[in-house]
């Protein structure tokens, strides 16, 4: 009885320590995310203020440029908020059946 008292106990702590590291690396995986989409974001920033300037410069030199529909979206000015909402929109509807 006392052994199996024993060891019962000792499940308990095994399980508790499990659902303590595996918390633990849940929470340094979203640290990880969140790290991840702040370095997106700014990389996606960069990039738009470079295209700017290649515009710009192209047409100082008077270099002719083909107007695109994706010229023009990529020249738009990267919203993290309604990037977020977005995404936050499309997960709600994958996660409803």
């Known amino acids: 009885m006392?052994?199996?008292?024993a060891v019962s106990l000792e499940a308990i702590f095994l399980t508790l320590m499990v659902l303590v590291s595996q918390n633990r690396e849940a929470k340094l995986e979203e640290q990880?995310?969140?790290l991840d989409l702040q370095i997106d974001l700014l990389a996606e920033y960069?990039?738009?203020?470079?295209?700017?300037l290649v515009s710009a410069i192209a047409k100082k030199l008077e270099v002719d440029e083909t107007e695109d529909e994706d010229m023009k979206e990529l020249l738009k000015a990267v919203r993290p908020r309604d990037l977020l909402n977005e995404l936050e929109t499309l997960e709600a509807r994958k996660a409803v059946p």
């Open 32 to 34: 990880r995310a969140d």
């Open 2 to 5: 006392l052994l199996t008292t």
């Open 46 to 52: 960069e990039v738009t203020r470079l295209l700017c």
